[in-house]
């Protein structure tokens, strides 16, 4: 007889045991129907080749429009190569070198004020990677903290340049004001992620680190931004949600798991001798599974079905534990069983020949009998016969007169 497991968070999804077997490999996708020794374009799928394809031809045409740009005056004429690169510039690199020496200033401190943001945003990043390394919750608020502070570098940055350019940043500003209103109707999903992520974080429905299952996707949490959790399930697969879009989830990292199974007997084993070997071997099982945080634990009889006993057992661990404890366990119980001389059922079938010869056949008056009881049982009653009209009003004028004999006697 089969054993059966259960365990008390289901998943449906047949590659969730590969969260713990597969961590660290560098898993990439190939066309499963390629041969063994095909080449590197052989070895692409087809979604792949026409990627591939696609970027070959953008990547023609940026560099034909960069020929056709730099060239201009050589291939449209004069009139053309003024209008597009400025008079007396022979051709591209002539009209770039110009620019960059008039603009050098502007350059250099456009670039020396995104190196000051960069740096002092690696800084304050670090520190926060340091200071809130011991925790999942701190994790949680430094990668959080950490998306605030890259979009307001960007901002900060972008505003900063188009000053030193000469760009009116307060009228921009005011503008704004006018533009505010689009933006928030055409941006009220982006506002709806940021707040569904601060209320993900200080409702702490889940920290970096844990293991959860939101839309069906089970892996681990490495990254809570503004606008989305990144959910890795150490398979090579890193899904995106939209924190607006954060429905159900289930966290399996905050207590221990259960993980129930079942091993059978048959009824020829006396179960009082069958449980004095379960609490004599289980905590000798404990000490095999460092990995079971409690347990394991003998449940009683679980069920008594056709053709065996089963007995429950169970164990507690953590969630990133639990595939391999409930393999090991499984296996511990079995070799357990095993070595104490308990027989564990299997299916079988049993084929008993037919025999025609040895077997007694009816007599004569028994035949008789049989004959006569199953005619008795064929017997169909008989239907009543149907009268004529006429004779049924003549039995019943018959009746009415009789009536009125006997009225006219009694008066």
């Not at 994790?139 to 000469?166: F, H, M, N, P, V």
């Amino acid at each position: 007889m089969e054993n059966k497991e259960i365990i008390e968070e289901k998943n449906e999804n047949n590659d969730e045991e590969n969260l713990n077997d597969v961590e660290g490999l560098d898993v990439r996708v190939y066309n499963k129907n390629a041969k063994p020794n095909a080449s590197w374009w052989g070895r692409k799928t087809k979604g792949q080749k026409t990627s591939f394809i696609i970027s070959i031809i953008l990547l023609s045409i940026s560099i034909a429009a960069s020929c056709i740009l730099i060239f201009c005056r050589q291939i449209f004429g004069d009139a053309v190569g003024d209008d597009i690169i400025g008079e007396g510039n022979l051709n591209g690199f002539v009209a770039f070198g110009k620019s960059v020496r008039n603009s050098i200033g502007k350059v250099g401190i456009s670039f020396l004020v995104i190196s000051i943001t960069f740096l002092i945003t690696f800084i304050i990043s670090g520190i926060l990677k340091l200071s809130t390394n011991k925790s999942n919750k701190g994790r949680t608020i430094s990668s959080l903290t950490r998306s605030l502070l890259k979009y307001i570098a960007i901002l900060a940055d972008l505003a900063i340049i188009l000053t030193i350019w000469g760009v009116d940043v307060a009228s921009i500003v005011a503008g704004l004001g006018v533009l505010s209103l689009i933006v928030g109707l055409g941006c009220q999903t982006l506002i709806q992620d940021i707040i569904s992520g601060l209320f993900i974080v200080f409702d702490d429905y889940f920290n970096v680190g844990d293991m959860v299952i939101i839309d069906g996707f089970r892996g681990y949490v490495c990254e809570i931004g503004l606008r989305t959790v990144k959910i890795d399930d150490k398979c090579g697969n890193i899904k995106a949600i939209t924190n607006s879009n954060v429905g159900t989830c289930i966290n399996l990292s905050r207590q221990t798991n259960l993980i129930s199974i079942t091993m059978s007997c048959g009824y020829n084993e006396d179960i009082r001798r069958v449980e004095a070997i379960i609490a004599r071997e289980l905590p000798k099982i404990r000490e095999r599974l460092p990995k079971v945080v409690d347990g394991p634990t003998y449940k009683g009889i679980d069920n008594i079905s056709d053709s065996s006993i089963d007995f429950g057992f169970s164990v507690r661990c953590k969630a990133m534990d639990r595939f391999q404890v409930k393999r090991d366990f499984t296996r511990e119980v079995y070799l357990m069983f095993v070595l104490n001389d308990i027989v564990i059922p299997f299916n079988q079938i049993v084929v008993n020949p037919q025999d025609d010869q040895n077997r007694p056949k009816a007599t004569a008056d028994e035949i008789e009998i049989a004959e006569s009881l199953n005619q008795k049982n064929r017997q169909i009653a008989p239907k009543p016969k149907k009268e004529s009209f006429l004779k049924r009003a003549k039995e019943t004028f018959i009746d009415d007169m009789d009536n009125i004999y006997n009225l006219s006697d009694t008066d």
